[in-house]
């Protein structure tokens, strides 16, 4: 019988994610009587509903083993683009959905050419972008929330029969994206890439390509969080989007994704984001401070990582 120690420790891992999960949900509806409510639980999937579009796109850079710290920044420059064109009776709603995406993008391409071509650590790009996307952010807005939205666009915050449309998005690029990393070939050869770079490069995998889709395909989707999130806020604020990155790497993290890169899954990053979401809500319902509630949240990435590094040694 052949055995694959890495499809067998995701496994292992996913069983216990779900296991703290049910534990977690267990505990805090005993506890709390508002937790179970089905408002609530709505709330909690529209809550984790931005950071868990940016964790399924950092996900796909952190398989090359690469990292990108830029997500919250490029979440307000693209949703301050989006209002920018957003504005009533100027343009359709495809125009500002469009703009945030490729502001997302150009953004994420970038990082990627610098990353490739310019031979730069992703650590010291994403964080040049991060401060960059950021300032440009406040020029673009003059320093204050763009407002005067069309009613089209904040309508995308809004509910499609019984789910809200931003659990909509999360869904739509969970799915597609599980099903491009497990059946597509680029999808294979991004965890050939961050398993081993040079071995993928002598079997004929064009390395800069891959790191391009996956520095590209983050940043499209970081537009589409800043999009949402723009329109969940009525506004375009340049200040938006504050520690989003930290989040959202937490949760693929937890999820079972290496910081080396070439082990993880989509399946494994939703369970991180759910759970990210079900302590942040748990905390607010037990009416932890949010100075507490910070602490918490840098021992669980601590923790992930130190969890990440043993896995990654046996």
């Known amino acids: 019988m052949i055995h694959f120690p890495a499809f067998d420790r995701n496994l292992r891992h996913r069983f216990g994610i779900v296991v703290v999960l049910a534990v977690i ?18 709330n909690v999937a529209r809550q984790v509903s931005i950071n868990g579009i940016l964790a399924v796109g950092v996900t796909f850079v952190l398989l090359t083993g690469g990292v990108d710290l830029s997500l919250g920044s490029v979440v307000a420059l693209s949703g301050v683009v989006c209002a920018l064109f ?8 495809l125009v500002p959905m469009s703009m945030g995406l490729l502001t997302g993008a150009l953004c994420g391409l970038l990082n990627g050419v610098l990353v490739t071509r310019g031979g730069i650590a ?11 996307a950021r300032g440009l952010a406040l020029i673009l807005s003059g320093g204050k929330p763009v407002a005067n939205m069309m009613p089209a666009l904040t309508d995308l915050a809004g509910d499609l029969g019984p789910l809200p449309i931003p659990v909509l998005c999360f869904a739509t690029v969970a799915l597609l994206s599980g099903i ?4 597509f070939r680029l999808g294979r ?18 390395v800069t390509r891959v790191k391009l889709l996956a520095y590209g395909t983050c940043g499209l989707l970081t537009g589409l969080a800043g999009v949402v999130l ?3 806020i009525t506004t375009g604020q340049p200040n938006a989007g504050q520690a989003y990155e930290l989040d959202a790497i937490a949760a693929v993290v937890i999820g079972g994704t290496s910081l080396s890169g070439g082990v993880g899954s989509v399946i494994g990053t939703i369970l991180g984001v759910l759970l990210i979401g079900i302590i942040n ?21 601590v923790g992930a990582v130190w969890l990440d590094r043993r896995q990654s040694r046996s």
Do not use: C, W
């Not at 949900?25 to 709505?42: E, G, M, Q, V």
């Not at 957003?86 to 709603?93: C, K, Q």
């Not at 992703?122 to 960059?132: A, R, S």
């Not at 809500?281 to 990435?301: C, E, F, P, T």
């Open 25 to 42: 949900a267990a505990l805090l509806a005993l506890t709390t009587d508002s937790f179970a409510t089905a408002a609530n639980l709505t």
């Open 86 to 93: 957003a504005h009533p009776g100027e343009y359709s709603l």
């Open 122 to 132: 992703p650590f010291i790009v994403t964080l040049g972008m991060m401060t960059v």
């Open 180 to 183: 491009f990393l497990g059946r």
């Open 189 to 206: 050869h991004l965890y050939a890439v961050g398993g081993n770079e040079q071995a993928a490069r002598a079997a004929g995998v064009s």
């Open 230 to 232: 723009a329109a969940r």
């Open 281 to 301: 809500n748990g905390l607010d319902l037990q009416g932890v401070s949010s100075y507490y509630q910070a602490v918490i949240k840098g021992v669980i990435i």
